[in-house]
C-alpha cells in the first residue's frame, strides 16, 4: 500500500471535504480520508499514479498538490484578507449613502454602481465559484445563498438602472419603512449586496486564521531533536549536524545535553530525563547496556552513546507521526450554517418560482412579477449569517482568554457538548510535576529537623530531581551544612562528610553496604511509601541508619475540586499516566477518580483513547507533556496545560494558561454556553429575513426594509454575542 498526502484547494465547507473524499474513495484500491481543517488528503492506494489522484480531485471542481518542504507562512491567508479590506473600503460608502438620504447627491446611483459591483463580483468570487461548484453536483451550501441573493441584488438594481427609473438624475431612497405595493423598477439594492459579501468574508477571515495552526505541532514536535551531536571517530571528538549521523556512529552525551538520536549507551552512567516519552518527572538511570531515546536529556554523568535509530526511524519522528495521523484522521463537525442552508436554499428559489408564477397567473405586469421574485432572493440572504459564527466565537474566545483558557477554533466548540468522558495525564496535570518531600520517618530517638538538614546537605550536591527535591525542603526549614569529599554511585545514592560526620543516603542496600542496616520501623516506612507508588531513600550516619525520606510528585491544591466540578457537569473522569499502577491508584484515589490507566508509553494513550472511543464515549484528554501530544490530536477534544511543552500546547483544541485543573470545568462550561449563543445567533440571523419573505413575496419589499432587516438582523446577533462576556468561572 503507497501512503500519499495532498495539499488541497477551493475548499469551503465541511461538504466540499466530503465530496472530495467520496471522488477519491471511487478509485480502485483506494481509501481516502480528507480532513476539511488542515486542508490536507491522507491517501492509502494499490499503487495509483498520483498523477490520477490529483485528477480525480480537481474532477469534483478543487485542486491537487504534492506537500512542499516550504514551511507555510502567515501570509497565506492574504488572498483572503485583500479581499475582505477591499470589499469594507468600497461597501462602507455604498451603505452609507444607501440609508442616509442626506448622502444622495445628483446621480449618487451610478457611485454606488462603480463601488459596489467590483465587491459583488470580484470579492464574492469565492462563493460564486463554490456555488457553482455546488450547483455541479447537486447540492446547495451557504455559498449558494450568498451568491444567489447578492447576484440577484446587483442583476435587479442593473435593470432597475438601465432599464428603470433608477437611473435618473436626481433619484432619492426616501428613508421610510412603509409597506406598499411598488414598481422595483426604480428601486436599486446595491447597499444588500455589498454588505452581505463584506460581513462574510470577515466570518472567513477569522475563520481562516484559527485554521492555519493545525501543522504547528508537528512543526513544535521535530523542533525538539538535538539540532548538533559531539561525534566520536578514532577517539577525536567532531561537531556536527544530528542529521548527518548513520546508524552505528558513536557519540558523546554531557551532562545537560540531548541525546541526538535513540542509541545503547556504550559507556558511562547516568540518570536521563525521558518526562518527554513518559511524562513522568522522576529521570531513569541507565548505564552501559541500556537504551535511550533521542531528545530525552542527559541529567547525570556522561555518556557514549552507539546511534541504533535515525531520521525516521525513531521514536520522536514516530511521536510526530502520530500526531499528524490523529490530526487527519479527526473528524470535523460540519458547518451549522451549511446544514441549515442545504434546506433552505431549495425551499427560497421554490418561493420565488412561486411568487414569480402566482404574480404572473394573477394578470400582474412581468415587471411586477420579477420584482417580487427576485425581492424573495435578496431578503433571504442574511448578512448576520456571516456574523453569526464569528462574532460569538470572538467574544467567547476572548473572554476565555481573560480567564486563561486559549480556544483554537469553531469547530471545537461542537465537540464540547457531547463530551462525556475527560483523560487526565497524572503528571503535570493532576499533581504539579516537580518532585516534592511528602513524608519524613526518623529512627528511635532521632529529630526529624536533624534527618531533613543532613540529608538536605549531602543532596544539595547531586542533580537528581529527588536530591534537589530534598535539598529544597532542607533548605525551606534552615541552614544547610556544607558537604566534603562527596561521591556518587550510580544508581544508588551518595556517600560524603557533613559536619563531621560519615553520610550514606540513597537505597537500603547502600546502607547495608556500609552496615547500616535498616531497623524494621524503617523497612516498613519504606516499604508502605514504595507500595503507593513513591520514591524512599534512607539515610544514615556515623554507623547507624537514621530515617527514611518519602519523595513524590505533590497533588495540586486545586485537583480534587476540580475533579468533583467535571462529575457535576456529568462528565467521567479517567486517570492516563505513563507511571506505575501503585502510584496512579493512590493519587487517583486522592482526588476521587475511579477508573485508571497506568504504565502505558505514547503509542499506547493514543490506544487508550480510541478503545473509549470504541466504547461509544466522546472523549476530552487533558495533558501537559509531549508524550501527550497524540493522544491530545486523537481525542475528540484535547485541552493542553499552558504550564506543559509546547508540543502538547499546539496539538490541542483548547489551552489551559494557569496550570489549574479547576479551568477544565470552565473551558467546557464556557464553550457549551459559546456554541449555544452561535445557535441561537443562526436562529436569529434567518428569523429576520424569514419575517420579511412575505413581504417580498407579496411585492411589499422597498430597499429601506431590506437594508433594515439586514442592519437589526446584524445588531442583534452582535449584542447576542455580547453576553458572553458576562460569564463567570466557578
Known amino acids: 500500500m503507497n501512503d500519499t498526502e495532498l495539499i488541497l484547494g477551493g475548499m469551503t465547507c465541511a461538504s466540499c471535504a466530503n465530496r472530495i473524499e467520496r471522488k477519491l474513495n471511487k478509485l480502485d484500491g483506494v481509501t481516502a480520508t480528507v480532513n476539511y481543517a488542515t486542508e490536507k488528503a491522507r491517501v492509502k492506494s494499490d499503487g495509483v499514479p498520483t498523477e490520477d489522484l490529483i485528477k480525480a480531485v480537481e474532477a469534483a471542481g478543487y485542486t491537487a498538490s504534492l506537500p512542499t518542504e516550504e514551511p507555510e507562512t502567515e501570509e497565506e491567508a492574504d488572498p483572503l484578507k485583500q479581499r475582505l479590506l477591499v470589499s469594507a473600503v468600497l461597501s462602507v460608502p455604498v451603505i452609507a449613502m444607501a440609508m442616509i438620504p442626506a448622502l444622495q447627491f445628483t446621480n449618487w446611483q451610478w457611485l454606488s454602481l462603480t463601488l459596489a459591483a467590483p465587491v459583488v463580483v470580484w470579492g464574492a468570487w469565492p462563493f460564486h465559484k463554490a456555488a457553482w461548484t455546488n450547483l455541479r453536483h447537486g447540492t446547495s451550501t451557504m455559498d449558494t445563498l450568498v451568491s444567489m441573493g447578492t447576484l440577484a441584488a446587483l442583476g435587479w438594481s442593473l435593470y432597475a438602472l438601465f432599464f428603470g427609473t433608477a437611473g435618473a438624475p436626481g433619484m432619492k431612497h426616501p428613508f421610510e419603512l412603509t409597506i406598499a405595493r411598488m414598481d422595483g423598477s426604480s428601486n436599486i439594492y446595491f447597499e444588500a449586496a455589498a454588505g452581505v459579501t463584506t460581513f462574510i468574508l470577515a466570518g472567513r477571515y477569522f475563520e481562516s486564521r484559527s485554521k492555519r495552526r493545525a501543522g504547528a505541532a508537528l512543526r513544535a514536535l521535530l523542533d525538539l531533536g538535538a539540532k548538533d551531536v559531539t561525534l566520536l571517530r578514532g577517539g577525536v571528538e567532531h561537531q556536527i549536524p544530528t542529521a548527518d549521523l548513520v546508524v552505528g556512529d558513536t557519540f558523546l552525551v554531557r551532562p545537560g545535553e540531548k541525546i541526538a538520536t535513540d542509541g545503547i549507551v556504550e559507556s558511562g552512567a547516568s540518570a536521563v530525563d525521558a518526562s518527554m516519552l513518559t511524562g513522568e518527572s522522576v529521570p531513569v538511570e541507565v548505564a552501559a547496556g541500556d537504551a535511550v531515546v533521542g531528545a530525552t536529556v542527559n541529567v547525570g554523568g556522561r555518556l557514549v552513546v552507539k546511534a541504533t535509530r535515525i531520521g525516521a526511524d525513531t521514536q520522536l519522528a514516530q511521536m510526530a507521526t502520530l500526531v499528524e495521523d490523529a490530526q487527519t484522521g479527526k473528524a470535523q463537525a460540519q458547518k451549522l450554517a451549511d446544514r441549515i442552508s442545504g434546506i433552505f436554499v431549495p425551499i427560497v428559489i421554490a418561493i420565488a418560482v412561486g411568487t414569480l408564477g402566482f404574480w404572473l397567473g394573477t394578470g400582474a405586469a412581468v415587471a411586477g412579477a420579477f420584482t417580487a421574485a427576485v425581492a424573495v432572493l435578496i431578503i433571504a440572504c442574511p448578512c448576520a449569517l456571516g456574523l453569526a459564527t464569528p462574532t460569538a466565537l470572538m ?193 487517583a484515589a486522592d482526588v476521587g477518580i475511579d477508573e485508571v490507566i497506568a504504565g502505558v508509553l505514547p503509542q499506547g494513550k493514543v490506544d487508550a483513547i480510541e478503545r473509549l472511543q470504541a466504547q461509544g464515549r466522546v472523549v476530552a484528554m487533558v495533558g501537559d507533556g509531549v508524550n501527550d501530544a497524540a493522544a491530545l490530536a486523537t481525542a475528540d477534544l484535547g485541552l493542553a496545560m499552558g504550564t506543559g511543552t509546547d508540543v502538547a500546547i499546539e496539538a490541542s483544541d483548547l489551552t489551559l494558561v494557569r496550570g489549574d485543573l479547576r479551568a477544565v470545568g470552565d473551558a467546557i462550561r464556557l464553550s457549551r454556553k459559546t456554541l449555544a449563543t452561535i445557535k441561537g445567533n443562526l436562529f436569529w440571523a434567518f428569523a429576520y429575513n424569514v419575517a420579511a419573505i412575505p413581504l417580498a413575496a407579496a411585492g411589499l419589499l422597498n430597499p429601506m426594509l431590506a437594508g433594515a432587516a439586514m442592519a437589526f438582523s446584524s445588531v442583534f446577533v452582535v449584542t447576542n454575542s455580547l453576553r458572553l462576556r458576562r460569564f463567570s468561572p466557578s
Not at 526529624?448 to 543532613?454: F, L, T
Not at 534537589?468 to 551544612?481: C, D, F, L
Not at 467535571?566 to 486517570?575: D, I, K, S, Y
Open 395 to 587: 467574544v467567547g474566545t476572548g473572554r476565555a482568554a481573560q480567564l486563561g483558557i486559549l480556544i483554537k477554533g469553531p469547530e471545537i466548540l461542537e465537540s464540547t457538548r457531547q463530551i462525556d468522558t475527560v483523560v487526565l495525564d497524572k503528571t503535570g496535570t493532576v499533581t504539579t510535576g516537580e518532585m516534592t518531600l511528602l513524608a519524613v520517618h526518623p529512627a528511635d530517638g532521632e529529630s526529624e529537623d536533624e534527618v531533613v538538614a543532613i540529608a538536605g546537605a549531602i543532596e544539595a550536591s547531586s542533580e537528581h530531581p529527588i536530591a534537589q527535591a530534598i535539598a529544597k525542603a532542607a533548605r525551606s526549614r534552615g541552614n544547610v551544612g556544607e558537604v566534603e569529599e562527596f561521591s556518587n554511585s550510580a544508581g544508588l545514592g551518595v556517600t560524603g562528610i557533613v559536619d563531621g560526620r560519615a553520610v550514606v543516603l540513597g537505597r537500603a542496600s547502600l546502607l547495608a553496604d556500609w552496615s547500616q542496616p535498616l531497623p524494621d520501623e524503617l523497612t516498613r516506612a519504606m516499604a508502605d511509601a514504595e507500595a503507593d507508588g513513591r520514591t524512599a531513600v534512607a539515610v544514615g550516619w556515623d554507623g547507624k541508619a537514621r530515617g527514611v525520606l518519602v519523595v513524590a510528585d505533590a497533588i495540586k491544591p486545586t485537583s480534587k475540586q476540580a475533579v468533583a466540578e467535571l462529575r457535576a457537569l456529568g462528565l467521567t473522569p479517567v486517570m492516563l499516566t505513563g507511571d506505575n499502577e501503585a502510584a496512579a491508584r493512590k493519587i
